[in-house]
Nanobody
């Protein structure tokens, strides 16, 4: 049974940082590329960042390039999203995605 469990969301002021984690189980983690998506209130779900199975390749949405960093630890079956210089428009539920499965998401709110 595939499980993806996100954590690390919360309330942060503009300019602040958060680190999201997605703990995974139920599949061969090191063989699979993973992604972070987000969905802001009233908007569709969008790709934020993706990483290849061994982390050699990453992709970012233009809106987060230079501010967010996706990484993974295959020994811990965990993928991370380091979010820096956060803006109010980054407010959204952030989801982990792998193997056609979604986590339940973690809410990030950027507000003063």
């Amino acid at each position: 049974q595939v499980q993806l469990v996100e954590s690390g969301g919360g309330l942060v002021q503009p300019g602040g940082s958060l680190r999201l984690s997605c703990a995974s189980s139920g599949f061969s983690f090191s063989n699979i590329g993973l992604s972070w998506y987000r969905q802001a209130p009233g908007k569709g779900r969008e790709l934020v960042a993706a990483i290849s199975n061994f982390g050699s390749s990453t992709t970012y949405a233009d809106s987060v390039k230079g501010r967010f960093i996706i990484s993974r630890d295959n020994a811990k079956n965990t993928v991370y999203l380091q979010m820096n210089s956060l803006k109010p428009e980054d407010t959204a539920v952030y989801y982990c995605y792998a193997v056609t499965y979604w986590g339940k998401g973690t809410l990030v709110t950027v507000s003063s």
